[in-house]
Nanobody
Framework: QVQLVESGGGWVQAGGSLRLSCAAS????????MGWFRQAPGKEQEFVAT????????DYADSVKGRFTISRDNEQSTVYLQMNGLKPEDTAVYYC?????????????????WGQGTQVTVSS
């Protein structure tokens, strides 16, 4: 079992930066792949970024490549999403997820545990 708690969301002007954190607790927190997803009002949930258990393998949605960076600190059992160059279309609730496996995945149905979400609002 893995429990996830996100933090770091908020309001920022376009072009600004935010860093989201996802604290994972549980016996196997450092051995599971993690991901970030987001959902904007009236839209379907979409993949943002994923990282494998070691942190060596990452993948990103095309819409955030070059602007967002996912990383993890396994000693702290925390995953981060550094978001730079934010755009109004990045506005959404961002969810952290963990899967019962070490390999990074982009599909939400590959994930078994989800956080409660944190709101990110980018104004133009």
């Amino acid at each position: 079992q893995v429990q996830l708690v996100e933090s770091g969301g908020g309001w920022v002007q376009a072009g600004g930066s935010l860093r989201l954190s996802c604290a994972a607790s549980g016996r196997t927190a450092s051995s599971v792949a993690m991901g970030w997803f987001r959902q904007a009002p009236g839209k379907e949930q979409e993949f943002v970024a994923t990282i494998n258990s070691s942190g060596r393998d990452t993948d990103y949605a095309d819409s955030v490549k070059g602007r967002f960076t996912i990383s993890r600190d396994n000693e702290q059992s925390t995953v981060y999403l550094q978001m730079n160059g934010l755009k109004p279309e990045d506005t959404a609730v961002y969810y952290c997820a963990a899967r019962s496996g070490s390999t990074a995945r982009v599909l939400p149905n590959a994930y078994d545990y989800w956080g409660q979400g944190t709101q990110v609002t980018v104004s133009s």
